[in-house]
């Protein structure tokens, strides 16, 4: 089981560009969550899918769009990247019993200048 | 005020002492109180979770909780040089909210061997 993935690791952007952050996850977990984690911020909610066909916003959506492509699948967007979505980016999913134990995966270091 | 309060550090104690992390949320109805630990450029990963209050040992861990004054603490006994990571304290609010974990910033421990 290679639990949750995330691709790329790492990426650079110029203000204004667009990229698409993919997650995969292999253990039939209802939920899937992206998250922003930024110096002094802690982990912050950017959207979640509690099941496949549903999304719903999480504390910081601006700027950023998602989709659940499948119950394994849930990517997230930035349609004109801007230097404030610099970041280290972080998929997580959970059963739906126990949505607080979230696996993440290893993470996006995102770069926007 | 931020939801989930954590004392950012750093925090050091030498090997065997007893680290203590200390964490206060808003939320006077929350239920559910978790420990993730985030080693330098990883992932974060669930280490305990509490309900009641009082205490909850696991190993070298224990989760203290006292919902009266609404703090939430994790202690580390005889601390290893491998304990040395970011704690990040979240907590799952009281139904009616929005129900999705909210993070605290994160307390980096350093033991020093």
Redesign the interface.
Known sequence: NAGVTQTPKFQVLKTGQSMTLQCAQDMNHNSM?WYRQDP??????IY?SASEGTTDK?EVPNGYNVSRLNKREFSLRLESAAPSQTSVY?CASSEART????Y????TRLTVT | QKE?EQN?GPLSVPEGAIASLNCTYSDRGSQ?F?WYRQYSG?????IM?IYSNGDKEDGRFTAQLNKASQYVSLLIRDSQPSDSATY?C?V?PSSGSA???T????TQLTVLP
Do not use: H, N, T
């Open positions: 969550y002094g911020m802690g982990l912050r909610l979640y999480g972080f949505l607080y134990e979230q993440f995966g290893p993470g | 989930v950012s559910s978790f990883k992932s974060p990963e669930l979770f990040l979240a799952w129900r999705q974990l993070f605290g910033s994160g």
